[in-house]
């Protein structure tokens, strides 16, 4: 039966206590699958609600107590003045006009960020007070763990969330909150079982027990190997999903925030992102990380961005006053298909400008900017920057000193006590020979190409438990592509002292067929997700960050220059005369066309393929899911369906009002209610019973009318009304 109180006992506290951890499984998988970033500020707000559901039982105070902590959270994430301050409050206000004007409008994509956080703190809201009524007051414990166990299953099975310790975390969970849940239950049969505290314990031991017992010999007990092929690479193909994680998935290649773990293949996705006029090819930078962690890279520090009030650049990579400055300009423009909502910028920027109502927001250590517009999205919007194109005195590297300041040091030398020690012994290898900062870098950067390290995206592994993602490619695979090249020379650069950042953004794209006019020297190009790159930027003490290119096949379009020769050099770029060059294009050139046709021809027989796939693959993950909701709602209004059903078959009966089969279907309603029929009982004895519990006499009349229809054969003689009525009046007591 349903409860319409609880009482405030610490047994009902750990009931509600298992159900917040059940639902922590719900929310630890976002932060993989989605974008969803400070998942612990969500979590902890959701720790709050429940608290404040249990401890608090005026409903206005939970009210006013829950929506503070909502102001508050969304305070601390986006609003950077202080609580509740005007300049806050007007931002807010400000925030929620404009997306309740992208509601009416029904462009659903175009909302902020700090108004879909409103959204999802609200659903956090109401989840915590649907699921202390469900656990504590109508005691439905066990469907919400049903349900919990079928979503691990399906975000294991069809994404790259791995949910083998979350499934054991939820089994452990479920059953010692099921034993809890059944104490509570016999504490409302008002049966003797918390007259003192023995009790409870007497209760939950063996509970616990033998759970920790099942759930041991679970693990320990021997397990078949997969029967089905991993679905994730082909839903990830064929569907456009982009992948992160941990096995040999197949990841879509483009930009993405979640770094933290590197490996596996990707397939290429010519998608555009944004067009770019400018003078040459640039490398387009977003961001820079920190961190090696072994198996990726992350932040040592929280995103904080401070508005470009005049829209020039606080954050520069290198020293203007110390390096060689060419200025120039570049104009951005997104793609419709874009979904990138940073503003990716060349080396040098000094100023931006952007378009009417967009607000320019730059994070100071990374350098990432994000942008919010009017308009809601980014779509055909332009950004023309003003930059100062760097060349380095290849000269001026080598002089530098090797005295970095402490707050390099300390950010940019970071490793992990795990890195084997052949990763060291390699780096200090190849740098042998070199006396300067400049000259191991170069060296480092060389190594790859000169050493047999093959650039590909098909077939590459990913590091097993235990593996480091370095030393695997140095040693074992030596096959990947940029992200493996450059987190190997960051980390054997930072293993040789020399401070050094992983870069992530974009190359500099393809000249377009159809070239518009444009001024002298501007051209355009197309940068798509295939240019979605990372590179490496190295520390010059008094010059700065330094870009280097360690991928194989990829050039820097940085320039070096040496003052003893007064020619300006390139990376991975052979010296060779302009005649010898154009020679050389004359040969290739017919060879790169009929690969490039080739190639083109392929990707769109390809694409024609995955979209099909793709559509097949939806059309039976939505049919799924859409099976499994009915299941739900069948299993949870089965009673209704039950009833729904007996009523439509007796409306069929009624209609002819025929003895035998009204009576027939009367037993049988009765008996899927409760009430059965006793083995050896008359139809008179069972009679007298039915109406004796439902406190009617017409279960008597009518079986005294259906005994005399059995003797004769006949029912004509009845009167039907008086019939009618008899089962409507029994009718009417089975279903009320």
């Given amino acids: 039966m349903n409860r319409t109180k609880y009482n405030f006992s610490f047994s009902s506290l750990l009931v509600l206590v298992a159900g917040f951890f059940l639902f922590w499984e719900w929310l630890r998988p976002l932060e993989q699958i989605t974008d969803t970033g400070s998942m612990y500020v969500f979590i902890v707000y959701t720790a709050f609600c429940f608290a404040v559901s249990f401890f608090v039982k005026n409903g206005w105070l939970k009210f006013f107590l829950k929506a503070a902590g909502l102001i508050f959270v969304i305070d601390y994430l986006f609003l950077p003045k202080f609580f509740l301050s005007s300049e806050s409050i007007a931002q807010l206000f400000e925030e929620l006009q404009l997306n309740f004007q992208v509601i009416q409008h029904a462009a659903w994509n175009e909302m902020t960020p700090i108004f879909r956080s409103l959204l999802f703190l609200t659903l956090l809201w109401l989840m ?7 656990f504590l007051i109508a005691n439905k414990f066990f469907l919400f763990v049903v349900l919990t166990i079928f979503y691990l299953a399906i975000l294991d099975t069809f994404t790259v969330y791995v949910a083998t310790f979350a499934i054991v975390r939820t089994v452990l969970i479920a059953f010692i909150a099921l034993g809890l849940s059944r104490y509570l239950q016999l504490q ?116 904080e961005y401070v508005p470009l009030r005049t829209s020039s650049f606080r954050f520069q990579t290198f020293s203007i006053n110390e390096v060689e400055t060419t200025p120039s300009e570049a104009t951005l423009r997104y793609s419709p298909e874009s979904n990138l909502s940073k503003v990716p910028f060349p080396y040098g920027s000094s100023f931006i400008m952007a378009p009417n109502g967009a607000n320019l927001f730059q994070d100071r250590i990374t350098g990432m900017m994000e942008v919010e517009t009017g308009e809601g999205n980014l779509i055909n919007q332009s950004f023309t920057i003003l930059y100062e194109d760097p060349s380095f005195n290849i000269d001026r590297l080598n002089q530098v000193s090797e005295n970095d300041s402490p707050e390099i040091r300390n950010q940019y030398l970071q490793l992990p006590d795990t890195l084997p020690q052949r990763v060291r012994d390699l780096a200090a290898e190849i740098v042998k020979e070199e006396q300067t900062r400049y000259g191991k870098a170069k060296a480092i950067e060389n190594y790859f190409s000169a050493n047999g390290y093959t650039y590909q995206t098909e077939d590459v592994s990913t590091p097993e438990q235990g ?5 695997q490619f140095l040693f074992e695979t030596m096959v990947g592509y940029c992200d493996n090249f450059s987190t190997s020379m960051v980390v054997m650069l930072r293993s040789l002292d020399i401070p050094a950042r992983w870069v992530k953004g974009f190359t500099g794209g393809e000249l377009k067929p159809d070239q518009p006019s444009l001024p002298n020297g501007f051209h355009l190009y197309e940068i798509t997700n295939n240019n979605a790159h990372s590179w490496v930027e190295v520390y010059f003490p008094g010059i700065g960050w330094v870009p280097f290119e360690p991928t194989s096949g990829f050039t820097n379009p940085t320039e070096f220059y040496q003052e003893t020769s007064g020619e300006a050099l390139t990376p991975d770029e052979p010296q060779e005369s302009t005649e010898q060059q154009e020679e050389l294009e004359e040969q290739t050139q017919p060879e790169l066309e009929e690969n490039t046709a080739e190639q083109e021809e392929s990707s769109e027989t390809l694409a024609g393929n995955d979209t099909g796939n793709g559509n097949v693959i939806w059309v039976m993950i939505v049919s799924a899911v859409f099976l499994f909701i009915g299941a739900v709602i069948g299993l949870m209004k089965r009673r209704e369906i039950r009833d729904w059903y007996d ?51 017409e279960m008597m009349e009518l079986t005294l009318i259906y005994e005399r229809y059995l003797y004769r054969k006949s029912d004509h003689d009845m009167d039907r009304d008086n019939l009618r009525h008899l089962f409507q009046k029994i009718i009417d007591q089975i279903f009320a």
Avoid: C
């Avoid at 915590?128 to 469900?134: D, I, K, Q, R, V």
């Avoid at 309603?669 to 083995?679: D, E, P, T, V």
């Fill in 188 to 303: 409302d049969l008002s049966l003797p079982v918390d007259r003192n505290g023995r009790s409870f314990f007497r209760w939950m031991t063996p509970v616990t027990v033998i759970v920790l017992v099942a759930v041991g010999l679970g693990l320990l007990a021997p397990k078949l190997s997969p029967q089905w092929p991993d679905p994730v690479p082909f839903i990830q193909s064929t569907a456009g999903h982009v992948g992160f994680g941990e096995g040999s998935s197949v990841q879509k290649v483009g930009y993405g925030e979640n770094d933290s773990t590197l490996g596996g293949s990707f397939i290429q996705d010519d998608t555009p992102v944004f067009e770019a006029y400018a003078k040459e090819r640039l490398y387009w930078r977003i961001e820079s990380k920190d961190v090696y962690t072994g198996k990726g890279w992350e932040r040592s520090t929280q995103l």
């Fill in 467 to 471: 593996e480091d993602y370095v030393d």
């Fill in 128 to 134: 915590s007070y649907l699921l202390h009524y469900w």
């Fill in 647 to 697: 009523k439509r078959r007796w409306a069929n009966i009624s209609r002819q009002m025929e003895l035998d089969k009204g009576y027939l279907y009367v037993l049988d309603a009765l008996a899927k209610r409760g009430y059965q029929r006793q083995k050896g009982q008359t139809l008179r004895q069972y009679a007298r019973s039915i109406d004796e519990q439902m406190g009617i006499n």
